[in-house]
């Protein structure tokens, strides 16, 4: 096996950017921002950002009793159903 030319930072520096600038040029990134992307992505698919929703403040876990541990299970599960595109039993 030959050996691996060293590379400087810059020269690797470099190569990240243009690894970068193609990849956004695949998704159609151009000048917008990655973050302004998917908030494009999610309005389209009808999701509303986080920010939308008050926070929620859990407390210590210690706290939480079973109805909410179950609800945040549920919907855990239903979040990854709607991912996944699979249905509950």
């Known amino acids: 096996m030959g050996a691996v030319p060293h590379r400087t930072s810059s020269a690797w ?3 990240a ?4 600038s193609r990849l956004m040029n695949y998704f159609g990134l151009g000048q917008s921002s990655v973050a302004e992307r998917g908030y494009q ?7 509303q950002p986080a920010s939308a929703y008050p ?3 859990l407390g210590s876990p210690s706290l939480l009793v079973s109805a909410r541990r179950r609800r945040i299970i549920e919907l855990r599960d239903r979040h990854r159903a709607a991912i996944t ?4 039993a």
Do not use: E, F, N, S
């Open 41 to 47: 992505i999610m309005h389209a698919a009808g999701i």
């Open 85 to 88: 595109g699979k249905r509950r």
């Open 55 to 57: 926070a929620v403040r």
């Open 13 to 15: 520096i470099r190569a």
């Open 17 to 20: 950017a243009a690894a970068r």
